[in-house]
């Protein structure tokens, strides 16, 4: 009986971005979660975002950012197992990173979607992530030539 419950149920979704224009971006997102069961990682900045679950912001000019990312990968292994997603949806950044591990580890699907302010360059979250995405979605046509997994999906504007 288990094993037909766990067949009929909904496929679990993972919203992860940092805060600011990632985290704007991913809400367009949210009708997902009303289509299927999901929740929202993000950063916990001093503004009130909509999301279940809040790491710590993390900047590779932090000098505490390598025990800032030990303490978000040890939360997001706590996330994972309470939640058990099926898909990983990343506007990027950072935080991003224990998720996209995790995927690898317990072979999920994982979404990423390369950042609308980017037109002109690509990212190292994207640069590093495109390898093991599943699917790859940039905002601008002229992202394509820096991904060779890249398809155009439009801006989430």
């Known amino acids: 009986m288990c094993c037909m419950k766990k067949k009929n149920r909904k496929p679990r ?3 992860v971005s ?3 224009g990632h985290f704007e971006q991913l809400q367009k997102l949210q009708p997902l979660l009303e289509k299927y069961d999901g929740f929202v990682v993000t ?6 975002e909509n999301a ?3 790491m710590l912001q993390t900047d590779l000019k932090d000098k505490w950012m390598p025990f800032k990312m030990l303490w978000n990968s040890l939360y997001t292994l706590f996330v994972w197992m309470k939640e058990r997603p099926d898909f990983i949806i990343t506007t990027g950044t950072m935080i991003a990173y224990p998720f996209y591990i995790l995927k690898i580890i ?3 699907k994982f ?3 390369e950042t609308f302010g980017r037109a002109n360059m690509p990212t190292v979250a994207g ?3 495109e390898a093991h995405s599943d699917l790859f979605i940039v905002q601008w046509e002229s992202q394509k030539k820096f991904y060779k997994k890249a398809i155009y999906g439009g801006c989430l504007y």
Do not use: D, H, P
């Open 13 to 15: 979704i993972c919203l």
């Open 18 to 20: 940092s805060s600011g």
């Open 43 to 48: 950063e916990k900045t001093k503004f009130k």
């Open 52 to 54: 279940k679950y809040f």
């Open 106 to 108: 317990f072979r999920k």
């Open 111 to 113: 979404v990423f979607i």
């Open 127 to 129: 640069k590093k992530m």
